[in-house]
């Protein structure tokens, strides 16, 4: 929308993928600028740290640690997990977190969209990023700080190959300006 408002005749075309797609798009000139989680080694690709959070523990409403202040491995014991798939990075940090606590891991998914939906239905619980679950607002999810503490990064990448113009460096802009208004407000 804050794009939108200043640039309302540029086009933009918003496709989603995987990091290392996005990368390789990013590298081969197929898009100006990617937004990632993780970053891949690919020659003619900057990478920009854009954001880092936390992640969090999402349990339905009037789950038994609804109302915790923090939730820790050992808390999730035997619980039902929808978990990120395996071989994501973020997915690696979380089981070194519950090393020697055993979840039931039930589901995997790679999106925190899906994720959370499954939450509200009551399938389980899981660790994400705070970023989006507060940003989706979903109803029935309750949200609760996680420790140890598993960070969530987010990249900017840009081609080496393109130069940035105007509406780029706005559109990042404009990005990061709505990840820290998510982050002030609801985190």
Not at 12 to 28: Q, R
Not at 93 to 113: K, Q, Y
Not at 132 to 145: E, K, T, W
Request: proline content about 6%.
């Amino acid at each position: 929308r804050k794009f939108r408002e200043q640039y309302p005749l540029v086009n933009v075309i918003v496709e989603t993928s995987e990091s290392s797609n996005i990368s390789s798009w990013v590298a081969h000139q197929h898009c100006d600028i990617g937004f990632v989680s993780y970053v891949s080694e690919k020659p003619g690709v900057t990478a920009e740290l854009f954001n880092s959070s936390n992640a969090i523990c999402v349990v339905p409403c009037g789950h038994r640690l609804s109302h915790h202040k923090v939730i820790a491995p050992i808390d999730l014991e035997g619980e039902s997990f929808i978990s990120l798939p395996s071989g994501n990075v973020s997915r690696k940090m979380i089981d070194e977190a519950f090393a020697g606590v055993a979840r039931v891991l039930l589901l995997e998914t790679p999106f925190a969209a899906t994720i959370c939906c499954m939450v509200r239905e009551g399938i389980g619980v899981s660790i994400v990023n705070p970023i989006f679950c507060h940003a989706l607002r979903l109803p029935g999810i309750a949200f609760v700080a996680f420790e140890p503490a598993v960070p969530f990064n987010s990249y900017v990448l840009t081609s080496d190959m393109t130069p940035r113009d105007t509406h780029t460096d706005h559109f990042v802009d404009c990005v990061r300006f709505s990840f820290n208004s998510v982050a002030h407000h609801h985190v």
